[in-house]
């Protein structure tokens, strides 16, 4: 999602300052940023409503706009019970007979209001309170049945809000949704993405590249539902999330939000995110509904910046960019968000092919589906695929099954859809399907029976147990790219030098969409966090017992130098120095960049360091997505890859510098070498260069690992009889490792169609003691190997087919197969894009 810059910046909105009286829910009375983005073309005044609204607004305004500390405290548990459900799929299904009676009994205004999602900010005075007479307009006039955003991004009194105040928040719009208008509960929506990273407290895990990079779908399990928990807490029921776009253009902003570049390493994770975040979410309430996103096919922008068109032949979105959403669907997901822009020019928000053909009829998705920000008022006001709004709705209601418009700000759907129905453009039915999809979606939520917070839940927020979850996905996605001498692990009784924008905070390591939309402010800084963190220094001298010797050195843009003299002197007297270099943080159209290198300063840093010292150097990167390093991996000895490790990343990553914990994270990504590489993946076709910085899946330990040659069950591989490949794998010592193992395939040939260089099929991470061996057995069937045509027909081609085993961290694992079948024999069809 994506919020109009002067309106986040302006920080100009949303609080609650009005005690909240209780009351009981009553069913019978309740019956009677997503990814949220605002438009980049155009943006709103810097107040606290958009012109464009006629809602009352007339507040006498006395606030400075700067924000406080919510001064909320509490002491979390230690330790907390939950219901780790792993019973059938739990997901969205046929519509209920008392949801269809209930619709029935709705006004055409109410089904509208039921279909309307509006920005916190809306709601919200000059003051930074809730502006209850904006509240009831659009509930009781409007009969707007949805929420969303947190109040500490739209101007809010306090920037991160706990759970107390937000539920206060939430609650008192609930009351009012109970009171007038339709008296339906209202559902809100919150970009808990990678944890609850808008609610105060929230266990913040590391970014979706650095969950992927685990290679373990039980930490994207995990990050799903603490986030849900937290977020419940805070009176939401609904995550825009987990993110699902393949990161093929390595230069775009939201690389860091997904699961990498790989379909079925990404596959994988978000079957696991989604089963976190919802479990059994029709009956356990610290469960939300989740929003995969952004559907589809966002990730490969064709110039690298946010939005930027898609070019991508329909096949190949078969073959690469479905699985992920595919395998959240199957998941259960209860919602989806559609993707911003165009693919190939045409609009993803107004197209049948997309919206409806593909979604609804070949992936089988029955649940509700919501927009982006703005994303359909946009078509004619940025992308100009509609004359006026009223025409961008009605197209999109007419060859869509969307069933919400993040509007976000005003009435304009509503009058709209209004309108377009009672001229006979829209018919009734169609409101009445997408009225029907988002009041049983609130069913099940359990919102009729119970629409309030569960206070209860904030005192498990932010608890040991949870940070615990977090650092543990941490020690698992740290990746070691590079170790020459021996450099790591840093030993406790070394005179070590620590130097660098990254070693010392908190803020950048949780980057983009932490604390707010862009991360905490300049002013804000760390303190922000009040205690909900560390640093890699923190945890540094957590190891070692005392404060190390750190300098800052550059500003995290590289625009000025600190202490140079002093480190240069230091690093002569040191035996090792360590270097942390990174980004800042961003999220969308603000991160876009056009040169992947990172800032000069940053660079010349580690030159400076090099030419004054033959002391080992270690480099740590902290970045949210693989940025340009020119010649300093020659100039260093160690690359350690933290990603964006979250706020408890500090430990972790010092526990990997220190040998505490064997990295055993490998790259979800390709990491580009150059410009001109920022689009390669290991699935790109087999003739094409892949020379890149690192590959996909690589990484290193501090054990030396030592592999079998593979063994398959039958040389032929046909339709309907899966063999086995098995490679035994062993710790020759001298630490515990856990290892990730990867099976990939590569067809020696292919007829018309180019093979990939290699295709990711399986993987499985092992523990390994010192001196233990494992046998890794996967399975492989043809069906996994049959592609997509561009009659959008899935089927194989009979070749030879190389079965390897982590082509690029250890060579010649491979054994051949060969891939028998009738190329006539039609695996799946996909539905008609024209």
């Not at 919802?278 to 939005?307: C, E, L, M, W």
């Not at 843009?557 to 360590?578: C, M």
């Not at 990295?663 to 990491?671: D, Q, V």
Request: glycine residues 8%; aromatic residues 10%; contains cysteine.
């Amino acid at each position: 999602m994506r919020y109009a810059p002067l309106l986040y910046l302006s920080q100009s909105m949303i609080a609650l300052s009005a005690a909240i009286v209780a009351v009981k829910a009553n069913n019978a009375s309740a019956s009677s940023q997503a990814d949220e983005s605002a438009s980049s073309s155009f943006s709103y005044p810097t107040l606290d409503k958009p012109e464009t609204s006629t809602a009352p607004y007339n507040p006498q305004c006395t606030w400075d706009g700067v924000q406080t500390l919510d001064q909320v405290f509490w002491t979390p548990k230690d330790t907390y019970s939950y219901q780790n459900y792993k019973g059938p799929i739990v997901g969205p299904g046929q519509i209920d007979e008392d949801i269809l009676a209930m619709v029935q009994s709705l006004t055409l205004e109410e089904k509208v209001g039921q279909m309307t999602q509006i920005q916190v900010g809306n709601i919200a005075d000059c003051n930074g309170n809730i502006n209850v007479t904006a509240v009831e307009w659009f509930i009781d006039t409007w009969k707007v049945g949805s929420f969303l955003e947190s109040p500490g991004n739209h101007g809010g009194k306090y920037s991160w809000y706990s759970p107390k105040e937000f539920a206060d928040f939430t609650d008192a719009i609930q009351k009012i949704a109970l009171s007038k208008g339709s008296k339906i509960p209202m559902i809100w929506g919150l970009d808990s993405v990678r944890g609850a990273n808008y609610v105060k407290g929230g266990t913040m895990f590391p970014s979706g590249t650095g969950t992927a990079a685990t290679f373990n779908p039980q930490r994207a399990y995990d990050a799903g539902r603490i986030a849900a928990k937290d977020s419940r807490s805070a009176g939401t029921h609904w995550a825009f999330g987990p993110v699902l776009d393949l990161a093929v253009n390595k230069l775009w902003s939201r690389t860091y939000e997904n699961f990498g570049e790989d379909p079925y390493l990404s596959s994988k994770m978000a079957h696991e995110s989604v089963r976190g975040y919802q479990g059994d979410y029709k009956n356990d309430r610290t469960r939300v509904a989740t929003s995969i996103k952004h559907f589809i096919a966002y990730g490969y922008p064709f110039d690298g910046s946010d939005r930027a068109d898609r070019r991508i032949a329909a096949h190949d979105l078969l073959e690469y960019y479905l699985p992920p959403f595919q395998a959240a669907v199957d998941a259960g997901a209860a919602t989806v968000m559609e993707a911003y822009s165009a693919i190939n020019q045409e609009a993803v928000a107004l197209s049948e092919y997309y919206l409806k053909r593909l979604l609804r009829d070949q992936m089988g998705f029955k649940g509700m589906m919501v927009t982006d920000w703005a994303e359909v008022n946009n078509q004619a006001l940025m992308y100009f695929t509609a004359k006026d709004v009223k025409e961008a709705n009605s197209i999109a209601l007419d060859q869509t099954t969307i069933d919400m418009m993040m509007v976000p700000y005003d009435e304009t759907f509503s009058k709209a859809a209004i309108e377009l129905v009672k001229e006979g453009v829209i018919p009734m039915s169609r409101i009445d399907e997408s009225a029907a999809r988002i009041l049983q979606l609130k069913k099940d939520l359990g919102l009729f029976e119970q629409p309030y917070a569960d206070r209860s839940l904030a005192e498990t927020v932010g608890s040991p147990q949870d940070v615990e979850a977090a650092r543990n996905a941490v020690r698992e996605s740290v990746t070691l790219l590079q170790n020459n001498n021996k450099a790591l692990p840093l030993s406790t009784s070394e005179n070590v030098l620590f130097v660098g924008p990254t070693i010392n905070t908190t803020r950048y390591m949780g980057g983009g969409w932490n604390f707010h939309w862009q991360g905490p402010t300049d002013a804000e800084g760390d303190a922000a966090y009040q205690g909900f963190g560390d640093t890699i220094l923190k945890g540094i001298e957590q190891i070692v017992g005392k404060t190390p010797e750190y300098y800052l050195g550059t500003d995290i843009h590289g625009e000025n130098y600190t202490d140079v003299k002093s480190i240069l002197k230091a690093a002569k007297k040191a035996d090792k120095v360590v270097v942390g270099l990174g980004e800042h943080s961003y999220a969308e159209e603000i991160g876009n960049i056009y040169n992947m290198t990172l800032p000069v300063k940053q660079l010349d840093l580690v030159r400076q360091i090099a030419s004054a010292t033959d002391k080992p150097i270690v480099l740590v990167l902290v970045e949210g997505r693989p940025r340009g390093l020119e010649e300093i991996p020659e100039l260093v000895d160690a690359v350690v890859d933290a990603y964006l490790p979250g706020a408890y990343g500090g430990l972790p990553v010092a526990e990997i510098l220190y040998g505490k914990t064997n990295p055993s994270g490998r790259l979800p990504i390709t990491y580009p070498a150059n410009e001109a590489t920022t689009s390669d993946t290991i699935w790109q076709p087999a003739y094409m260069s892949y020379k890149p910085r690192w590959a996909f899946g690589y990484g290193l330990g501090y054990s030396d690992i030592s592999y079998t040659n593979v063994t398959l069950s039958s040389n032929t591989l046909t339709f309907g009889a899966p063999i086995t490949a098995s490679v035994t794998v062993t710790n020759n010592g001298p630490y515990p490792q856990k290892e990730p193992v990867m099976l990939f395939t590569h067809q020696q040939y292919r007829h018309i169609y180019v093979p990939e260089l290699y295709r990711l099929r399986n993987f499985q991470k092992v523990d390994l003691a010192v001196g233990e061996s494992k046998t890794v057995t996967f399975s492989l069937t043809a069906e996994e190997l049959a592609f997509w045509d561009k009659k959008l027909q899935k089927r194989i081609e009979p070749a030879p087919v190389n079965v390897v085993i982590n082509p690029f961290t250890v060579a010649n694992i491979t054994a051949v197969v060969d891939l028998q079948g009738d190329t006539s024999h039609i695996v799946a069809q996909g539905v008609s894009y024209a």
